[in-house]
């Protein structure tokens, strides 16, 4: 159980356009969503907090116009990478928690390689 | 702020043998402590949770420890394969916000036949 879908699992795309990548939690509902990014070798930076129905939570540093989120459902969180630049190029990786308590594991997707040219 | 450091450099272990990792925090006192497992290209993998209050938590050929003093968790994993060779990073929740976890870098374990 706790499985976490990403979509897509790579993507390349030219500078200026935006980029869509979506989280599914396929067995869980999850009301909180979190969005990291990994640079290689690199820890994993937390990019925002998404909460099921209301707006994300952003951590400092990170744009909220450049990397929009919606999570519309339960099941649904998406991360829009809007006027793509080179240096957004990373991965980018989605978890939710299945349990309600804050010390529950957190189950990833398996990521998105986002190339931007 | 908060600090995780994990040792950067790979480790190469030879199979059969016991891998220890070693994760350092700073400025902080987490509740618990996690580790994960992080294949090339993928997303990390949930291992063990620690709790301040538990010296050790084991799991089949896995081990962790938390010292609340040394502020260390060291994790182990006992009788090594080649198929355990993987990145492992640790977790700990953020002291801003305990439904937010931090990550270290990570160790890269290489077991080799």
């Known amino acids: 159980g706790a499985v976490v879908s990403q979509h897509p699992s790579w993507v390349i795309c030219k500078s200026g356009t935006s980029v869509k990548i979506e989280c599914r939690s396929l067995?869980?509902?999850?009301?909180?969503m979190f969005w990291y990014r990994q640079f290689p070798k690199q820890s994993l930076m937390l990019m925002a907090t998404s909460n099921e129905g209301s707006k994300a939570t952003y951590e400092q540093g990170v744009e909220k116009d450049k990397f929009l989120i919606n999570h519309a459902s339960l099941t649904l969180s998406t991360l829009t990478v809007t006027s793509a630049h080179p240096e957004d190029s990373s991965f980018y990786i989605c978890?939710?928690?299945?349990?309600?308590?804050?010390?529950?594991?957190?189950?990833f997707g398996n990521g998105t390689r986002l190339t931007v040219t | 702020s908060q600090k995780i450091e994990q040792n950067s450099e790979a480790l190469n272990i030879q199979e059969g043998k016991t891998a220890t990792l070693t994760c350092n925090y700073t400025?902080?006192?987490?509740?618990?402590l996690q580790w994960y497992r992080q294949d090339p290209g993928r997303g990390p993998v949930f291992l063990l949770l620690i709790r301040e209050n538990e010296k050790e938590k084991r799991k089949e050929r896995l081990k962790v420890t938390f010292d609340t003093t040394l502020k260390q968790s060291l994790f182990h994993i006992t009788a090594s394969q080649p198929a355990d060779s993987a990145t492992y990073l640790c977790?700990?929740?953020?002291?801003?916000?305990?439904?937010?976890?931090?990550f270290g870098a990570g160790t890269r374990l290489a077991v080799h036949p």
């Open positions: 400025n902080y006192s987490p509740a618990y």
């Open positions: 977790a700990l929740p953020f002291s801003g916000g305990y439904n937010k976890l931090i």
């Open positions: 978890s939710a928690r299945q349990g309600v308590g804050h010390n529950s594991p957190l189950h």
């Open positions: 067995d869980f509902q999850a009301t909180t």
